[in-house]
């Protein structure tokens, strides 16, 4: 449920997790329905940089079947990237960061009420309900992944009832355009490669993905998530 403050809190615990979903087949819980009720009240406010239109879709021919769309809005308004040269590159507080967010970009908290951890727009959208997931903000982290916000992010996609919603993490020197510890979220209606990928079982928490290696990258990622996510929740 929503607190009634400046900037609302979404409170939460296990009991509200949802462990089974079914694919193609939408039944919201309550945290998609505030999720985009919430960004559409944004959209309205106009704290966009554009109206989300995506002009067309296409499914590329081909074994791994990528969705290409045409979004021109977010090529010509986006914010201008951050430079960066290193993957290890320090948070750097000159410039935007996530504590410059104004109070309309800020959907709801989903932490202690502190805005700390916050659910914010992406002032420029790649699909219906772009969010970024913004864990520790307050301590200015750069752009590396950790274990706070891997867990952080799992809760949220375990308090969604639909099978569209997706997070994505993208580090420094893989098109992060800002050096502050975020996450993606938004509702892609659309099946990704990991839903349909064919896996092994190679050890307890190691997954290997065969036809796929030459993806070095995905590959390890899966894994790391799984290795992660599997001993903290026991189904």
Not at 21 to 47: M, P, R, V
């Amino acid at each position: 449920m929503l607190s009634h403050r400046q900037i609302p809190t979404f409170f939460y615990d296990a009991k509200d997790f949802n462990i089974i979903i079914k694919l193609n087949k939408e039944q919201e819980s309550q945290f998609d329905n505030i999720l985009q009720q919430t960004w559409k009240q944004a959209e309205e406010a106009k704290a966009f940089r554009y109206i989300l239109n995506i002009r067309s879709s296409k499914s590329l021919k081909g074994e791994y079947r990528f969705l290409a769309q045409l979004n021109p809005e977010r090529a010509q308004c986006r914010r201008a990237p951050e430079s960066v040269t290193s993957m290890l590159q320090p948070f750097n507080s000159i410039g935007f960061n996530f504590t410059k967010l104004a109070q309309q970009e800020i959907l709801f908290d989903i932490g202690n009420g502190d805005t700390n951890d916050i659910i914010a727009i992406n002032a420029s959208p790649l699909e219906q309900g772009h969010c970024l997931v913004l864990t520790e903000r307050l301590k200015c982290l750069p752009q590396i992944m950790t274990e706070y916000s891997l867990y952080k992010v799992t809760e949220l996609c375990l308090l969604s009832n639909s099978w569209s919603l997706r997070a994505i993490f993208n580090s420094l020197c893989a098109h992060a355009s800002v050096n502050h510890l975020h996450w993606h979220l938004y509702y892609l209606k659309y099946e990704m490669l990991l839903e349909y990928i064919v896996i092994n079982i190679f050890d307890n928490y190691l997954l290997t993905i065969k036809t796929y290696l030459q993806y070095i990258t995905d590959v390890c990622f899966f894994v790391r998530i799984f290795a992660v996510i599997h001993p903290m929740y026991t189904y």
